[in-house]
């Protein structure tokens, strides 16, 4: 595996859990998490897109725009 490195500030108890989860797998910590952040890339399942609309209700439509008049106020830059 190649890669260009990186820092990221985690809780204890999560490097500890994964740590020990690359450890059962047999692989770096490294590898470990970049498999895990890869496959947290995936988008939804056909599942879950075959279920949507599936429902007895009132059919999704999305909502009427607000006025532009009820936005907070900022300032242009």
């Known amino acids: ?3 260009r490195p990186v820092t990221l500030y985690l809780d ?3 490097i500890d859990a994964a740590k020990a989860e690359a450890a ?3 692989v770096s910590l ?3 998490a970049n498999r895990r952040l890869a496959t947290r890339r995936q988008p ?3 599942t879950v897109l075959r ?3 599936s429902l007895k209700d009132k059919p999704f439509e999305a909502p ?3 006025s532009w008049s009820a936005d907070s106020g900022r300032e242009h830059l």
């Open 64 to 66: 009427e725009e607000l």
């Open 24 to 26: 059962r797998e047999g």
């Open 30 to 32: 490294s590898a470990y």
């Open 51 to 53: 279920l949507f609309g």
């Open 1 to 3: 595996m190649t890669g």
């Open 12 to 14: 204890e108890a999560v």
């Open 44 to 46: 939804w399942p056909d």
